[in-house]
């Protein structure tokens, strides 16, 4: 358990910050949080209703790039610890625009780090005593591994190998956070996710995707011929996992964080549509024949997994949910939501 923090979340309105966020809150129950999000297209403060009264949550609209307001956030919350989700996360958006990418991705992260080093560490004003155990989490993406063949599995050890803007910008932004803790000896932690599922992702990425166009009665576009493999998480798993990495990972280790889910995109599709053939049926026939195939993403990554027995072992982390119960908690979420909307 945490006590005396004054946490600092940034992109907590998005997908996974928005699940961490009541998590975290509900298991530590002396801890306040901030959480910084410049509500982009992809943030979504209904996904926070359920805390918005938390005497313990304070939300402030703001962009991580913007180095006044992170002091001042510093100084005004007495800051003791940072958990770093914000990031432009959509892979088909860094293909067509990557600006947006590099600012919030590289040039974000750079601010965060300053401004803590400089608060934590260097400021005279400051009592030393109160930022000796302060942390930056760094929530990062197993993407910068590059991609695997059939064979293999990322670890911590794996060589980076980033192939789109967004990796590349992700990839730049876990060197600059390794930097502040072998330079300047900043308390960083850094975790490397596979694929979150689960409530509250936005609508353009593949399950919400799988799902609305099912329901829709539209085609669901698959890229290439659906071979490309992720390894799944329930997003509540990561959620578990970042807590765990937070409050006892090791100062300056990286942590890769996986479900041991390997699943293509075909069989992700064939896989909803037939848990909706169950759950919503159509007047005839089933969700699958609207599956349809698209030209593929440019670089598209073949195969992306992980080995988690460090967080395993050292951490003792276990995911709770397999892919069979996740995805049908998710399918019965986004059926609530889509039929409210
Ligand atoms: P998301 O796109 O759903 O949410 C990102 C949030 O950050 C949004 O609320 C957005 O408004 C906010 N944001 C964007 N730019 C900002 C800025 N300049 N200043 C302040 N806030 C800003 O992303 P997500 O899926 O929740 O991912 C969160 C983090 O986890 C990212 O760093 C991502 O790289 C990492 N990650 C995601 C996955 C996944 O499968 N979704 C897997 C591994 C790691």
Known sequence: ?????????????????????????????????????????????????????????????????????????????????????????????????????????????????EVAKKFWMESPNVPKKSYENARFHHVSTDE???????????????????????????????????????????????????????????????????????????????YGDGSNVRDWLYVLDHCKGIKLVFTSGKTGDTYAIGGNNEHNNLYIAQKICSLLDKLQPKNSGSYSEQISFVKDRLGHDYRYAIDAGKIEGELKWRADENFESGIEKTIAWYIRKYQTA
Do not use: M, W
């Open 1 to 113: 358990e945490i006590t005396n923090q004054c946490v600092l979340i940034t992109g907590g309105a998005g997908f996974i910050g928005s699940n961490f966020i009541p998590y975290f809150l509900e298991n530590n129950p002396e801890v306040q949080v901030v959480n910084l999000d410049k509500l982009t297209y992809a943030g979504n403060l209904q996904n926070l209703e359920e805390i918005a009264q938390n005497k313990r949550y304070h939300f402030v609209e703001g962009d991580i790039c913007n180095r006044a307001l992170i002091e001042e956030l510093f100084e005004k919350y007495q800051i003791n610890s940072v958990i770093h989700f914000a990031a432009e996360s959509h892979v088909d958006n860094s293909i067509e625009r990557p600006d947006s990418f590099i600012k919030t991705n590289i040039e974000g992260t750079f601010v965060l780090l």
């Open 144 to 222: 910068v591994y590059g991609s695997l063949g059939s064979e293999g599995f990322f670890t911590e050890e794996t060589a980076y190998a980033p192939n789109s803007p967004y990796s590349a910008s992700k990839a730049s932004s876990d060197f600059l956070v390794r930097s502040y803790f072998h330079t300047y000896g900043l308390n960083v932690v850094t975790s490397n996710c596979s694929n979150n599922y689960g409530p509250k992702q936005h609508d353009e990425k593949l399950i919400p995707t799988i799902i609305r166009k099912a329901l829709d009665g539209e085609e669901i576009p698959i």
